[in-house]
């Protein structure tokens, strides 16, 4: 039996941070995950569901948009 994927990878995570002008840590500290889930993920590392989901509501974004989109030009 195929293991199960429990997480995703958000590739455009630090532009999207950048956009929302947050340090590593302070979008961590809002999104209740530790700082190192922030790092893994900005490195491409995969992260659990329901971070991803707690880092796209402080971002408002859709867990979709952070995967597939990066944040436009300001």
């Not at 971002?59 to 948009?65: E, K, M, R």
């Given at each position: 039996m195929a293991e199960k994927i429990r997480g995703v990878a958000i590739p455009h995570l630090k532009a999207w941070r950048i956009a929302h002008t947050l340090s590593?840590?302070?979008?961590?500290e809002q999104a209740h995950v530790s700082?190192?889930?922030?790092?893994?993920?900005?490195?491409?590392?995969?992260v659990s569901f329901p971070n991803v989901r707690a880092i796209a509501k402080?971002?408002?974004?859709?867990?979709?948009?952070?995967?597939?989109?990066p944040p436009a030009d300001r």
């Open positions: 590593q840590t302070e979008l961590a700082r190192a889930t922030i790092t893994r993920a900005e490195r491409g590392e995969i402080v971002l408002d974004l859709t867990v979709a948009q952070m995967q597939r989109e």
